[in-house]
């Protein structure tokens, strides 16, 4: 689009600089509120296609005020630093030409590598969703760079983007355990014949991402079962350690161990099979939450005494009772599960047991719950369950027909279990609008109407 000399007058007027402030922090806010699915039980479909075109018109609109709003982006990540604000200032980082794409994206990679555990999925996730010619440009030249955060930054936006060189596996040997990590995740779904050295990694982290690459690239079960018993006996030793790192993080170091936490768990759910004898013994290892939210992932009817019991924490109570829900499609309010809902405390302390996910929640009558014939159906207990159903594709392609209007934290489990049974037909709640388009419309889906 050519601007005429009126719209280049008014881009000079004090108001300007408001519009595209609030373009930098709607953007931030709608990315922020899209990249954490697994919580997400009040955003159903709709809405979350709808917060997609808002931020995609919000980064319409940084575009057409490109360099203003690589200025202000700059200023929201230097005032609040967080992943959201790191994706916004990437993403305006690589509006400029050529020859001052360098220099921006620079500018934007010092705030990474001072806390790259905090932003540096934002900056990822901008490579994905900016223009592929623009991102390629500056993931290009990062090969060559000695910066670890820069070659992690490359590998996870590759995998993001689908376009993994052959050269990256070379990675996988870096003397930096956070570069051979990316690498595995990155480089190991493709060839995951390099992988098998690094289960003996002296990183956990490194053993963990070389185990579910490896899993992951042989779903298709034609491996022993003895090598599958070994990469999923890796990931659970890492996950043990990684809960007893979750327990001694304090501050903000909490945050990204819980999220490397709840992934590998999400991860190890899939790989151990369903009535695996020692899953109550792990469940009652991990933090509460932790523990509901491996059960959620795993399906196993065998768990659900476990979720019944979490009801009577209070501090997890209402996400006990949505991962019971979610396994057995037993509505709490509807069937008079709840218990009176306690006066609210506007003094009480935030906590990181506290969750805003759980605002809003049914509050179950743990009581009612484990009277309710769900906990003694007859389940199958050699199959995974999902809304009182054994998981198979047809159940899932429905959990994620965007018509359906599920919430996004079902349609994320839903997302992660059909992607390992059919990687084809993989949908990533957090891709761009066209690119999850693109996604349902594989299984015949199509977006909201």
Known sequence: MVASDHDSIALDRPFVSLIVRRHVEDAAFYWTVLDRPAEATHLGARRAWHFSQLLEANLEGLRLNDPRSYELSLDGLDRWGKAGETFVAMYCALLGDAGSRAARV???????????????????????WAAGRDAQAWIDTAWTSVEPVDLVLALRASALREEVPDGAAALLQH?????RAAACRAVGPRRPGLLRPLFDDASSPV???????????????????????????VLWRAVVEQADVLAKATGWYRVPARRRLDRWLREL???????????????????LRQGLNFSLHAGDPALLDFVVAAMRDPSQARWAGW??????AVDLSGEGLTAEEPPVDLDAPMT???????????????????????NRHGWPRDQRMLLAHPVHPHLLRDIL????????????????????????YAVDLRAT??????????????EVA
């Open 106 to 128: 620079e500018r934007v990679l010092r705030a990474v590598r001072r806390q790259p555990d905090a932003v540096l999925r934002g900056a990822a996730a901008a490579l994905a």
């Open 175 to 179: 003397a930096d355990p956070h570069v």
């Open 207 to 233: 053993r963990a991402e070389a185990a579910i690459a490896w899993s992951a690239a042989m779903s298709d079960g034609g491996h022993a079962a003895d090598e599958r018993a070994r990469a999923s006996g």
């Open 269 to 287: 759910a899939a790989m151990v099979p369903v009535g695996h004898p020692d899953l109550g013994q792990l469940v009652g290892s991990l933090p």
């Open 323 to 328: 991962v019971w829900q979610c396994l057995t």
């Open 352 to 374: 990181a047991e506290r969750r805003d996910a759980d605002a809003g929640l049914p509050l179950p009558d743990a009581m009612l719950v484990s009277a309710h014939p769900a």
């Open 401 to 424: 027909d965007p018509n359906r209007d599920h919430a996004q934290a079902l349609r994320f489990i839903a997302a992660d279990a059909l992607s390992r049974m059919h990687p084809e």
């Open 433 to 446: 609008p066209s690119h999850q388009a693109r996604q349902l419309r594989r299984m015949g889906l199509e």
